[in-house]
């Protein structure tokens, strides 16, 4: 859970170091995904005095007064990075943190230990927790951009995630839809999730882009990335995330890696992942033209929730 990653920082997962915990994901060594062939409240953020308040979408959240953290969150926004505040204070206007860290009933210390604590890495389990709760809400009002959610009579996708997990119902629900890969996908050596390492950058935007793009990832090698974005270390990049790195780069100024880790040439792509930075990257879904974002849902007048028009923000997709 989000609430263990103290711990975590300590002795790393299963009981390796962190260095350890951030190895190479088996499971972008594989063959590709989602390609033709194979199935795949301290701080109100600042208004940005440069935004045209008549766009249909924007790249940064709006400041409206609805946005605040739900009673009961107990995030420090004074932690988080300025400019990543805004994105998170919408992210935990909606609630999904809490509803993605139910805890069992004989955890003793959960009562004392933050739902969100935005500078520390988030684990692969909470963050795929994350990822299908946030398509959902976003696309609450669309059924056929929904994600399914893993039944417990599912045969699970890995053999680290048994029906009793946590997080199973996400982790299997993304397998089976083919955002995460696994043997499904043709990834034979992806047999283990690891649920509790830590996130990496280069798996972040692996299984976030597609849902995006609703699009199958173009062809990439390292030449084609490094041209489109410039980063010293491509070479570092698995092949897989490679497709999804270029691809993201098509969003232009919504891309994920530029509104989450901001301008850089060194994309680091097995450097952990902090909570903050996964909730800006889950801030919105869409490509360059047409999306949906945490401002947007917050700015729906209640009223129309549930109703065919509130499947229609601003931009719809």
């Given at each position: 859970?989000?609430?263990?990653?103290?711990?975590?920082?300590?002795?790393?997962?299963?009981?390796?170091?962190?260095?350890d915990?951030?190895?190479a994901d088996?499971?972008?060594?594989?063959?590709?995904?989602?390609?033709?062939?194979?199935?795949?409240?301290?701080?109100?953020?600042?208004?940005?005095?440069?935004?045209?308040?008549t766009a249909?979408d924007?790249?940064?959240?709006?400041d409206?007064?609805a946005?605040a953290?739900?009673?009961?969150?107990?995030?420090?926004?004074?932690?988080v990075?300025d400019d990543?505040?805004?994105?998170?204070?919408?992210?935990?206007a909606?609630?999904?943190?809490?509803?993605?860290?139910?805890?069992?009933?004989?955890?003793?210390s959960?009562?004392?230990?933050?739902d969100?604590?935005?500078?520390q890495?988030?684990?692969?389990?909470?963050?795929?927790?994350?990822?299908?709760?946030?398509?959902?809400?976003?696309?609450?009002?669309?059924p056929?951009?929904?994600?399914?959610?893993?039944?417990?009579?599912?045969?699970?996708?890995?053999?680290?995630?048994?029906?009793?997990?946590r997080?199973?119902?996400a982790?299997?629900?993304?397998?089976?839809?083919?955002?995460?890969?696994s043997?499904k996908?043709?990834?034979?050596?992806?047999?283990?999730?690891?649920?509790?390492?830590?996130?990496?950058?280069?798996?972040?935007?692996?299984?976030?882009?597609?849902?995006?793009?609703?699009?199958?990832?173009?062809?990439?090698?390292?030449e084609?990335?490094?041209?489109?974005?410039?980063?010293?270390?491509?070479?570092?990049?698995?092949?897989?995330?490679l497709?999804?790195?270029?691809?993201?780069?098509q969003?232009?100024?919504?891309?994920?890696?530029?509104?989450?880790f901001?301008?850089t040439?060194?994309?680091?792509?097995?450097?952990g992942v902090?909570?903050?930075?996964?909730?800006?990257a889950?801030?919105?879904f869409?490509?360059q033209?047409e999306?949906?974002?945490?401002?947007?849902?917050?700015?729906?007048?209640?009223t129309?929730?549930?109703?065919?028009?509130?499947?229609?923000?601003?931009?719809?997709l």
């Open positions: 859970m989000v609430s263990g990653l103290g711990l975590l920082l300590a002795t790393g997962c299963a009981g390796s170091s962190l260095q915990s951030l190895q088996p499971q972008l060594q594989d063959r590709p995904v989602f390609s033709n062939e194979a199935p795949e409240t301290a701080a109100e953020p600042e208004p940005d005095p440069t935004a045209d308040p249909a924007e790249t940064s959240p709006s409206n007064t946005d953290p739900r009673p009961g969150t107990t995030a420090q926004l004074d932690q990075p990543l505040r805004p994105y998170v204070q919408n992210w935990l909606l609630g999904l943190v809490q509803q993605s860290v139910e805890r069992p009933n004989n955890s003793s959960s009562a004392t230990t933050p969100f604590q935005p500078n890495p988030i684990t692969r389990g909470d963050f795929a927790q994350w990822l299908l709760a946030a398509n959902n809400k976003f696309y609450q009002d669309t056929a951009k929904r994600i399914r959610p893993g039944t417990s009579s599912a045969t699970p996708a890995f053999q680290d995630v048994p029906s009793s997990h997080h199973f119902a982790i299997q629900g993304l397998a089976e839809a083919g955002i995460i890969p043997a996908t043709g990834n034979a050596t992806a047999v283990n999730f690891r649920p509790d390492a830590p996130l990496t950058r280069e798996t972040l935007v692996l299984w976030k882009v597609p849902l995006d793009t609703r699009a199958a990832l173009p062809t990439a090698n390292a084609a990335v490094n041209t489109a974005w410039g980063f010293q270390d491509t070479a570092q990049v698995e092949p897989l995330a497709r999804a790195v270029l691809a993201d780069h969003n232009g100024d919504f891309a994920n890696i530029r509104r989450t901001g301008y040439t060194l994309f680091q792509p097995q450097k902090t909570q903050a930075e996964a909730a800006a889950l801030w919105r869409g490509n033209t999306g949906i974002s945490a401002a947007d849902l917050l700015g729906r007048p209640s129309q929730s549930g109703s065919p028009e509130s499947a229609n923000p601003t931009n719809p």
